[in-house]
């Protein structure tokens, strides 16, 4: 499949510490975010929320609240570190708590969209989904193959793949935007 030459929509090539990986091959479940939203909302006087709290509180592993949690985070939802409600997080736990509305899939889609320090995400909903034409994992990793000069063979071939499953994953099964 030929791409248009799109050229890195962000200016040069990709940002110095662009992240790889947002993920870590962890899917999207916006049902567990819900959750992990909803535990926080309901707990706003901790000053801090450690990882193993939220998983107790929330009923997920604390793996899965890693990975959630850092995906929260860049959705706007979530505070760096503290894990406490952004604004964002609070007028989505107060208007849309399970995650499902049109409008709230696209302020998040965005958020991943225009940063340009998530690689794949930004790449593949700026670059290769606006061509319009049906994608497959390889596309996509011959897309942004390009972009991966400063990344190690060991990260490329580990991780490139995982997440461009979890982009694709978000966009069908979990009707993300």
Not at 44 to 52: D, E, I, K, L, N
Not at 64 to 78: A, I, K
Request: glycine residues 8%; positive net charge.
């Amino acid at each position: 499949m030929s791409i248009p030459g799109n050229p890195w929509i962000h200016g040069g090539g990709p940002p110095q510490h662009a992240k790889l990986q947002l993920t870590n091959g962890y899917y999207l479940h916006f049902d567990q975010m819900a959750r992990l939203l909803r535990f926080v909302q309901q707990h706003p006087s901790a000053g801090r929320h450690s990882q193993q709290a939220l998983a107790a509180g929330s009923g997920l592993t604390v793996r899965q609240v890693e990975r959630l949690g850092s995906v929260m985070v860049r959705l706007g939802l979530l505070q760096s570190r503290s894990y406490r409600l952004a604004p964002f997080g609070s007028l989505v736990a107060r208007h849309d708590p399970f995650l499902d509305d049109l409008g709230t899939l696209w302020v998040c889609h965005y958020h991943l969209a225009s940063d340009a320090g998530i690689l794949v995400w930004s790449h593949l909903a700026n670059c290769l989904l606006p061509a319009g034409r049906p994608v497959t994992t390889l596309d996509a990793r011959d897309s942004i193959q390009p972009l991966l000069a400063g990344y190690t063979s060991y990260a490329v071939q580990k991780k490139l793949l995982q997440e461009i499953r979890s982009f694709f994953n978000a966009y069908t099964d979990q009707a993300f935007a």
